[in-house]
Each structure stands twice: as structure tokens, then as C-alpha cells.
């Protein structure tokens, strides 16, 4: 895995026109991480502010960790996903 695949151009892109910012992917390792700022105008010109820091643990080429700690609008989340690759998709 290259630092630049550790998130998607495309969803970067959109997510910038709305008024986030990231910091640099860093590599240690085999962990990668990054962060996003966004605060996005509601409607009634109200805005709402969040703040995202994300690890990428990579374990091997075919299986990976993602934490992802968010903070905003008063709440706290912090979310797992373990991705594994269990096989060839049947035909």
C-alpha cells in the first residue's frame, strides 16, 4: 500500500468543497494516519464543526484495521472496521 491510497482522491475532493481540510498521510510502520477538520454551513446559516483522526493498520496485503475517532457537535464516536480478504468472488 502507497501513503497517497490510504484515502480516496475522489471523496477527498468533494469532501474539500464542502470545508474540510486533511493533513498529510504520515507512515510509521505499517500504520498510516491522517486527519480531517470540516465545518459545514446548515441551512439557517448555522454551521457544525468535526474532527476526524484515523489509524491504518495494515497486517498484510490482503487484511487491514481502520480506527476512526470523531469529535463534533458535542458527541464523541470512535468506529472499527477490520477488513480481511476471505477469497475470489464466485463466478
Known amino acids: 500500500m502507497h501513503e497517497s491510497d490510504a484515502?480516496?482522491?475522489a471523496?477527498?475532493?468533494l469532501l474539500a468543497q464542502s470545508g474540510c481540510t486533511f493533513t498529510p498521510t504520515q507512515r510509521s510502520e505499517n500504520k498510516y494516519t491522517f486527519s480531517a477538520g470540516c465545518?459545514?454551513?446548515t441551512p439557517g446559516?448555522?454551521?457544525?464543526?468535526?474532527q476526524?483522526?484515523?489509524v491504518m493498520t495494515v497486517e498484510s496485503d490482503s487484511a487491514y484495521q481502520v480506527e476512526i475517532t470523531t469529535t463534533g457537535a458535542g458527541t464523541s464516536t470512535r468506529e472499527t472496521l477490520i477488513a480481511r480478504r476471505v477469497g475470489d468472488c464466485s463466478k
Open 7 to 9: 484515502r480516496a482522491p
Open 11 to 13: 471523496q477527498n475532493a
Open 39 to 41: 465545518t459545514i454551513n
Open 45 to 50: 446559516a448555522a454551521s457544525v464543526s468535526a
Open 52 to 54: 476526524s483522526s484515523s
